[in-house]
């Protein structure tokens, strides 16, 4: 298995500057992914206020429609990350610069997640220590050296698969390492997505962009609508 840099191909579709300003099939799917988002939050609100006290949020069918929408837009953020670091790459100025560029973007959504942490404690109404927002923020940093790759990514997700899994099963007695995924017994917080297994669900983004697009484009070409 080949851990080079995956290289752009002859055979990739070349689309006009205006029309790689925007890629539909991944806008799509991050509107499908902001709609499934706040339904999930309408119904916490509905079941916070009492309106609907006995639906079950963490488990069943609602528990996976949670999951199923993080994967979605954690899927959408490897992807994104690709496109975006072809595109800079792809022009005059190189790629001197790219580096602040992800650690700032990074650094930002982080930022928010600690907003969020914050709110959520001066509210009373639970807790969120590493939260989503948090994983997207680390993962943009953590991924930048990895947006090259394709089969190391891939690989690296199912290392973070079977990791996350294992972990499940591993209890501390201190909150440290909520962030890698070692959390105490009875921990129940209300929005926790620790680095592993979950950025490996950005991994197989990256993994999934380096596949499915290069520099100038798809590399599987889609009608532009």
């Known amino acids: 298995m080949s851990t080079s840099p995956i290289q752009t191909t002859p055979f990739e579709t070349s689309l006009p500057r205006v029309a790689m300003n925007r890629l539909w099939e991944i806008d799509a799917l991050r509107g499908v992914a902001i709609v499934m988002m706040v339904i999930f939050h309408l119904m916490w609100d509905l ?3 009492r309106i609907l006290p006995g639906v079950v949020l963490y488990a069943g069918f609602w528990k996976y429609f949670q999951r199923t929408t993080a994967i979605l837009f954690l899927l959408l953020v490897g992807v994104s990350l690709t496109v975006s670091y072809r595109r800079a790459t792809g022009r005059a100025d190189g790629n001197g610069q790219l580096w602040p560029k992800f650690l700032g973007r990074g650094l930002r959504t982080f930022g928010w997640g600690m907003m969020i ?12 220590h590493f ?18 790759y ?7 997700w ?11 099963t591993v209890h501390v007695e201190f909150p440290w390492l909520l962030w890698l995924g070692l959390q105490p017994g009875r921990y129940a917080p209300n929005d926790y997505f620790p680095l592993i297994p979950w950025f490996g669900v950005v991994l197989l983004g990256v993994f999934l962009g380096n596949t499915f697009y290069g520099q100038q484009g798809r590399l599987v070409p889609l009608p532009d609508w």
């Open 47 to 49: 079941w916070f206020f």
């Open 117 to 128: 942490s914050l709110g959520v404690w001066l509210a009373g109404v639970g807790n969120v």
């Open 131 to 148: 939260g989503i927002l948090h994983l997207i923020g680390v993962s943009i940093s953590l991924a930048y050296p990895l947006l090259t």
């Open 150 to 156: 394709r089969w190391l990514n891939l690989a690296l």
């Open 158 to 168: 199912a290392i973070f698969f079977v990791a996350g899994g294992l972990l499940q």
